[in-house]
């Protein structure tokens, strides 16, 4: 064979290849999901159970996802590696918008990533409700006790949350400072392990997500919820505003993010997949027995809310940094 023929046909092979590549289905491997926080927190608990149901939508390709916990930092860690990943759409990240914001906000001019010019969110599978927990040997029932009591005592209030700067933690701030009670936050890498700070009495309260008290009832007594309305999945729990303290009312939606670049194709595809397992009755069986609810929220509206969430937590962080 000629030079030149041998060279044709090699250019010939080479494209076809290319073509193949480009025609390849996404995924082509597992789906990592990265969680910002240790094993057994909201954020953890609906990663796991969202990622075991992946390979049954049929955007999925049958190929599952697997979760990658990397804590520190309030979820930035493993933001910032979900960043070093290649963007086709095989290394995810999951968060509730809420922390991701606080997070952000919380670092002023050295942050690590800009949310809306470094990621894009592809939708969201639940949300995460922060409540007041105290232990259950504290004689307050009620958040008007719990006011009245720590005001009285005069002493500062340690509190446990699952990271410095996740939602949790700024409405933390929030009620403490509003009510002029002294106070210490002391972070965690994760709501888990804020839980086990509180059952061991290390600290005197928590503010975490309303989900982590389900087991622990014998230990833990929730006052409070925040958000505008109470949490379906914990209707018997009053929320703040309903007890006197306003400024308390945003929840997180608990979303799936991409790094910028990640294509429209795979967009769609994880889209189409967060739909799909958000209405699969195994998922919902499995986030009602963890208080946590399962219900769909489009790109879009999701982008929206994220937006949203940005103008309400920002003034809000801002006073906390600048009263620290």
Same mark, same amino acid.
């Given at each position: 064979?000629?030079?030149?023929?041998?060279? !044709?046909?090699?250019?010939?092979?080479?494209?076809?290849?290319?073509?193949?590549?480009?025609?390849?289905?996404?995924?082509?491997?597992?789906?990592?999901?990265?969680?910002?926080?240790?094993?057994?927190?909201?954020?953890?608990?609906?990663?796991?159970?969202?990622?075991?149901?992946?390979?049954?939508?049929?955007?999925?390709?049958?190929?599952?996802?697997?979760?990658?916990?990397?804590?520190?930092?309030?979820?930035?860690?493993?933001?910032?590696?979900?960043?070093?990943?290649?963007?086709?759409?095989?290394?995810?990240?999951? %968060?509730?918008?809420?922390?991701?914001?606080?997070?952000?906000?919380?670092?002023?001019?050295?942050?690590?990533?800009?949310?809306?010019?470094?990621?894009?969110?592809?939708?969201?599978?639940?949300?995460?409700?922060?409540?007041?927990?105290?232990?259950?040997?504290? *004689?307050?029932?009620?958040?008007?006790?719990?006011?009245?009591?720590?005001? !009285?005592?005069?002493?500062?209030?340690?509190?446990?949350?699952?990271?410095?700067?996740?939602?949790?933690?700024?409405?933390?701030? %929030?009620?403490?400072?509003?009510?002029?009670?002294?106070?210490? =936050?002391? *972070?965690?890498?994760?709501?888990? =392990?804020?839980?086990?700070?509180?059952?061991?009495?290390?600290?005197?309260?928590?503010?975490?997500?309303?989900?982590?008290?389900?087991?622990?009832?014998?230990?833990?007594?929730?006052?409070?919820?925040?958000?505008?309305?109470?949490? *379906?999945?914990? *209707?018997?729990?009053?929320?703040?505003?309903?007890?006197?303290?306003?400024?308390?009312?945003?929840?997180?939606?608990?979303?799936?993010?991409?790094? =910028?670049?990640?294509?429209?194709?795979?967009?769609?595809?994880?889209?189409?997949? %967060?739909?799909?397992?958000?209405?699969?009755?195994?998922?919902?069986?499995?986030?009602?027995?963890?208080?946590?609810?399962?219900?769909?929220?489009?790109? !879009?509206?999701?982008?929206? !809310?994220?937006?949203?969430?940005?103008?309400?937590?920002?003034?809000?962080?801002?006073?906390?940094?600048?009263?620290?």
């Amino acid at each position: 064979m000629s030079f030149a023929k041998k060279l !044709a046909t090699g250019v010939a092979t080479t494209a076809m290849l290319v073509s193949g590549a480009a025609l390849a289905d996404y995924p082509e491997k597992p789906v990592k999901i990265m969680v910002g926080f240790s094993a057994g927190g909201g954020t953890d608990t609906t990663a796991r159970g969202f990622a075991s149901y992946m390979h049954e939508a049929p955007s999925m390709n049958g190929l599952p996802a697997y979760i990658v916990n990397l804590p520190g930092a309030s979820g930035q860690k493993a933001a910032k590696a979900v960043l070093d990943e290649d963007t086709d759409g095989h290394t995810l990240y999951m %968060i509730n918008i809420g922390t991701f914001i606080a997070g952000e906000l919380a670092k002023g001019d050295e942050r690590p990533y800009h949310i809306p010019e470094d990621f894009v969110n592809l939708g969201c599978a639940s949300q995460l409700v922060t409540s007041l927990q105290v232990h259950a040997s504290n *004689p307050a029932t009620t958040l008007e006790e719990y006011i009245a009591n720590a005001k !009285a005592s005069g002493e500062e209030i340690t509190w446990g949350t699952s990271g410095a700067a996740t939602m949790h933690a700024t409405i933390g701030h %929030i009620f403490f400072d509003t009510h002029g009670i002294k106070h210490k =936050k002391v *972070p965690f890498q994760g709501g888990s =392990k804020a839980r086990a700070a509180l059952v061991s009495q290390s600290v005197e309260a928590v503010f975490g997500g309303v989900n982590t008290v389900v087991g622990f009832e014998n230990d833990i007594r929730a006052l409070a919820s925040a958000g505008a309305e109470r949490d *379906p999945m914990a *209707p018997d729990l009053a929320t703040f505003k309903e007890q006197g303290t306003d400024g308390i009312d945003f929840t997180g939606l608990m979303c799936l993010f991409g790094a =910028k670049g990640v294509s429209e194709e795979v967009q769609a595809d994880v889209g189409a997949a %967060i739909a799909h397992i958000a209405e699969l009755k195994g998922y919902k069986r499995y986030m009602s027995g963890n208080d946590l609810a399962a219900f769909y929220t489009d790109q !879009a509206t999701a982008t929206a !809310a994220q937006d949203t969430m940005f103008e309400v937590m920002g003034p809000v962080v801002a006073e906390i940094i600048a009263n620290q």
